[in-house]
């Protein structure tokens, strides 16, 4: 297996490869917005981030700043966080769009991760998400939910040639 070439960060940015390992939740500085179907589900200046080696960061919203009619209980399976726990998803049906397991919560995390007791995170992959103003971009390989903007910089986990990572 190949290390991966970090890349050094320029004036206001910061390397995924200095986040930690296990995870860190610190609050967010920038504003979170969410929209789907021309609405806006999230306006939150409340967000927390979690900051893991080699990963983008991923946001999580209070439940009060998510306008939580837009939400329903998603079918499929739960999944399960060595750090975090288990995780539920829900589905997101605002305006005309529709955008199935876009959001995820743990509803009992473990205790180190128990600030994020009634936070949810949403895949930008499936509804626009941004930070500030600056649209967000889903972090590669379609499994994570890391939001990547023009701050951090890599390489990231999901890349091609980093499932070993």
């Known amino acids: 297996m190949r290390?991966?070439?970090?890349?050094?960060?320029?004036?206001?940015?910061?390397?995924?490869?200095?986040?930690?390992r296990p995870p860190r939740v610190e609050p967010a500085t920038r504003?979170?917005?969410i929209e789907l179907g021309g609405l806006v589900i999230v306006s939150s200046p409340n967000a927390l981030r979690v900051l893991e080696?080699?990963?983008a960061p991923t946001?999580?919203?209070?439940?009060?700043d998510i306008k939580m009619?837009?939400?329903?209980?998603?079918?499929?399976?739960q999944t399960w966080c060595e750090?975090?726990?288990?995780?539920?998803?829900?589905?997101?049906?605002?305006?005309?769009?529709?955008?199935?397991?876009?959001v995820w919560t743990y509803p009992d995390p473990l205790p180190n991760?128990?600030?994020?007791?009634?936070?949810?995170?949403?895949?930008?992959?499936?509804?626009?998400c941004y930070l500030d103003d600056e649209p967000v971009t889903p972090q590669p390989g379609g499994f994570y939910g890391g939001w990547v903007t023009s701050d951090i910089v890599?390489?990231?986990?999901?890349?091609?040639?980093?499932?070993?990572?």
Request: aromatic letters at 14%.
């Open 3 to 20: 290390s991966p070439k970090r890349v050094i960060p320029g004036p206001g940015q910061e390397s995924v490869w200095d986040y930690p």
């Open 31 to 33: 504003h979170v917005r």
């Open 53 to 55: 080696t080699a990963g």
């Open 69 to 77: 009619e837009h939400l329903r209980p998603s079918s499929g399976p």
């Open 113 to 128: 991760f128990k600030q994020l007791l009634d936070h949810y995170s949403f895949y930008p992959g499936k509804v626009a």
């Open 83 to 102: 750090w975090k726990g288990a995780a539920t998803y829900f589905d997101v049906v605002a305006g005309k769009g529709a955008a199935e397991r876009a």
């Open 154 to 165: 890599g390489p990231i986990k999901g890349e091609p040639g980093s499932a070993g990572w």
């Open 59 to 64: 946001y999580y919203i209070p439940y009060k």
